[in-house]
């Protein structure tokens, strides 16, 4: 069975302090990772996936599978950055399982001014 | 624009009531997903389809049923609406043809059962 686990369900920040989102999941195969992101009154929408490697915002997140970690990171946290953060995994083998997503429990990122 | 599109953002139905909640995309995706979100329990899949007509259970489908007649469309049925199924149901979408894809979300429809 997969499983995604975000400890935190609230996070406070002041603006341009860094910011960590933590994330760790639990599957027995190779894991595609996301995290996801609901700004208020927006649809939830992808921020970023572990295997483009890329930075999105300036968030960036590093898979570490000895740690089975995802850990979502930014040096300097913006106000425009708070929102509902989700960890996704999507494991499974074969186009129908793509796009199905086991979710964390999210994790609600404030930044004050 | 890509879109998914849900047939209604608040929807107020009494116990006992079959409740139809509709999700139609327009990215020609063979993958369709039904969630419910609730605070602390993060987004839980009820079910999903990945064509006409096929469906699979997730993690919580008891007391919902589905329907897939056509590529773009994907319905989630309550048969009998309970004060337990008031929640958030988003709908999603995604390509089924390589592997970490982007699933993209519908604006959510706010279900209160009374």
């Known amino acids: 069975a997969q499983r995604v686990t975000q400890p935190e369900k609230l996070l406070s920040v002041f603006k341009g302090a860094p910011v960590e989102l933590k994330c760790n999941y639990s599957?027995?195969?190779?894991?595609?990772l996301f995290w996801y992101v609901q700004y208020s009154r927006q649809r939830l929408q992808l921020l970023l996936r572990?295997?483009s490697r890329e930075s999105i915002k300036g968030f960036t997140a590093d898979l570490n599978k000895g740690e089975t970690s995802f850990h979502l990171k930014k040096p300097f946290a913006q106000e425009e950055d708070s929102a509902m953060y989700y960890c996704a995994l999507s494991g499974g083998a074969g186009g129908t399982s793509y796009g199905k997503l086991t979710f964390g429990q999210g994790t609600i990122l404030t930044v004050h001014p | 624009d890509v879109k998914v599109t849900q047939s209604s953002r608040y929807l107020v139905k009494r116990t006992g009531e079959k409740v139809f909640l509709e999700c139609v995309q327009d990215?020609?995706?063979?993958?369709m997903f039904w969630y419910r979100q609730d605070p602390g329990l993060g987004l839980r899949l009820i079910y999903f389809s990945y064509d006409v007509k096929m469906k699979e259970k997730g993690d919580i489908p008891e007391g919902y049923s589905v329907s897939r007649e056509k590529k773009e469309r994907f319905s989630l049925i309550l048969e009998s609406a309970s004060t337990n199924q008031t929640s958030m149901y988003l709908c999603?979408?995604?390509?089924?043809?390589?592997?970490?894809?982007?699933?993209?979300f519908g604006q959510g429809t706010r279900l209160t059962v009374v």
């Open positions: 599957y027995s195969g190779s894991p595609e």
């Open positions: 572990h295997i």
């Open positions: 990215m020609d995706h063979e993958n």
């Open positions: 999603a979408s995604s390509s089924r043809l390589r592997a970490n894809t982007e699933a993209f």
